[in-house]
Structures are given as structure tokens and as C-alpha cells.
């Protein structure tokens, strides 16, 4: 009885070592976070910080200057309540005690300062596609805005969605560590195009459905999926006949334009912010994004598979 207590205790042991060790933050990718030099260009970096999104989620709620970046907004799921953190140069309560090497492990690995996972309600899965000179530029930019006191409480989850360490398995599934490689078969617009939208943009992240774990599916990726805020879905983005399939070019560069649809409608709940910086980008941005989405494998609109996470659900 003995040895077998003392069997099961060791491998009680055991199994907790290679757990800390594979959910370990510091298994990421090695020189993910690598500074690239050089000088920051300000207006890159605006427009990676729009096409990036950034202040759609951690603008502070209830005032009109969208560039006060204080967070507090609270994404309230089934697994608890998330709030999105203050990113404002604030060098207490936001990221201005950051360097440029935190900023870049932040946005690939989902890794903060002081070695903890971040939650994947931050899309770090899309934005370790950007390159390191783009974040650079986005947190030149970030720097130049106004420092906003006050920090975001807590999250607030359930148990065992509150054991942060446990996103490292997590990562382990869906987190490559890959940067965007151009295909050399397409024109330097689509290549553009296939950047913003599967890295800063972070397209996918809503419009595609997730399996039980909270990944991607592949085969159904763009086909849309349940909105952020739990209300409704977000639509097919393929070039399918639920999707986009009768667009043409012009028509997907004005809705990321005006938010205007072919059929005289209007964007509205939370793809309305996401025109509102889409707006704000280069007209040959929003060409390229078009001419990329359009090219995509036509998908039927796809079914949320029954208990996936959603983009806002996801711990």
C-alpha cells in the first residue's frame, strides 16, 4: 500500500514538472522578440496602429477621443469577465515603462513584461504575423499619444480558466510563431492584401468558427462565425454566394470604406469600429485587402460548432 502511495505521489509529481515545464511562457519562439533598429516611421505605424484595430477594444468606454487608450471595457462570458488593459503610454497604469522588445514579445508570443501568458482574447495568434519592423512602428506611434491613468481591473474568471500558466498548452496547439511569408506567385497588391488581413487586421479572429479548444478551424476559416459580442455571428467573408461571391472589387473597398453593403445597408454592432479604422487606412490598403479577400477558396457559411469558444469567450 505504501509503495503504491508513494507511486501515485511521484507521478503526481512528475506529471505537475512537465506540466510548469510545457506551459512554460519562455517556450515561445526563440528571437521572437527581437528589436529590428532603425528609426521609427510614425506614419506606418498609425496605419498598422488602425489596421491593427487597437482602439476598437482599449479605448476608454464613454468618451469620444477613441486615442485615449486607458482599456476598462469589459467582455462579459460564460467563463467570467475579461478587461481589456490600458495600453496608453502611462508609465504606471499602461505600456510607457515598456521597451520596443516587450511591445514585440507582447504582440507575437502573447507573453507580458514580467513572463505571463496573456489571455488569446488578445489575437496575438494574427498579430505574430506582422513584422518586427511594423511593430516597431505601431509602438512609436502608441508612444505619441496621451498617457491615461487608471488601471484595468483584473479579469475576473472561473476556476480553471483563471490558471493563466495553463494557456501555455494552449499556445502549444495555436501559436506557430510564424511571420508572414509573401507568395511569390502573386502581385506585390495581393501580398499586401494577405498581410493586413491575416496579420494586423486579424480578420479571421471573428469570421471564422472554433472547435472545443477555441482554435480556427482551417477548412472553414473566413466562413464566419459568433460575434464578439455575443450577439448574432459575424458573416461569411469568402467570395461563396453567402459570403461575398457577388462583389465586386469596388464594392469590398467601400464598405471598409463608408461600412456601406451593395444592397444600400450599413455595417453596424462591433464591425462598425472595425470600418471606422479601416477608413482611416490608404486607399491602396483597402484595395489590397479587397483584391486579397475576393481571391480567397469560396466556403459555405459555416456552423459554430456546438461548445467552440467565440472570439470574446475565449480564455
Not at 3 to 20: P, Q
Not at 228 to 257: F, H, M, Q
Request: with cysteine; charged share 20%; aromatic share 8%.
Amino acid at each position: 500500500m505504501r509503495r503504491a502511495l508513494s507511486a501515485v505521489v511521484g507521478l503526481a509529481i512528475i506529471g505537475a514538472g512537465a506540466f510548469w515545464v510545457a506551459t512554460s511562457p519562455a517556450l515561445t519562439a526563440s528571437g521572437a522578440d527581437e528589436a529590428p533598429g532603425g528609426v521609427p516611421d510614425l506614419a506606418n505605424g498609425e496605419a498598422m496602429f488602425y489596421a491593427g484595430g487597437c482602439t476598437s477594444c482599449h479605448a476608454t468606454p464613454g468618451q469620444d477621443d477613441k486615442l485615449r487608450l486607458g482599456g476598462g471595457h469589459a467582455l462579459e462570458t460564460t467563463f467570467g469577465t475579461f478587461h481589456v488593459p490600458n495600453i496608453s503610454p502611462h508609465p504606471r497604469d499602461g505600456i510607457g515603462a515598456w521597451s520596443e522588445a516587450d511591445f514585440i514579445r507582447a504582440m507575437r508570443q502573447g507573453v507580458s513584461p514580467d513572463g505571463e501568458h496573456y489571455y488569446p482574447a488578445f489575437p496575438y495568434t494574427s498579430y505574430q504575423r506582422m513584422a518586427a519592423a511594423d511593430l516597431r512602428d505601431m509602438f512609436a506611434f502608441i508612444r505619441t499619444l496621451a498617457p491615461v491613468e487608471g488601471e484595468a481591473p483584473a479579469h475576473d474568471l472561473a476556476f480553471p480558466y483563471n490558471i493563466r500558466r495553463g494557456i501555455g498548452l494552449w499556445k502549444l496547439a495555436f501559436l506557430d510563431g510564424e511571420a508572414f511569408q509573401p507568395d511569390a506567385s502573386k502581385s506585390a497588391a495581393w501580398n499586401r492584401g494577405a498581410y493586413l488581413v491575416e496579420g494586423p487586421g486579424h480578420c479571421a479572429e471573428c469570421h471564422s468558427p472554433r472547435n472545443v479548444l477555441g482554435g480556427i478551424i482551417a477548412e472553414a476559416r473566413f466562413a464566419g462565425g459568433p460575434s464578439p459580442d455575443g450577439k448574432g455571428s459575424a458573416p461569411n467573408i469568402t467570395p461563396s454566394p453567402d459570403g461575398i461571391g457577388g462583389w465586386s472589387k469596388s464594392e469590398v473597398v467601400e464598405l471598409l470604406t463608408s461600412g456601406f453593403t451593395p444592397e444600400f445597408d450599413s455595417v453596424g454592432s462591433t464591425m462598425a469600429p472595425v470600418v471606422g479604422n479601416t477608413a482611416k487606412l490608404p486607399q491602396a490598403d483597402r484595395e489590397a485587402m479587397a483584391e486579397y479577400l475576393l481571391s480567397l477558396p469560396p466556403r459555405p457559411k459555416a456552423t459554430q460548432q456546438a461548445g467552440a469558444l467565440s472570439p470574446s469567450l475565449r480564455p
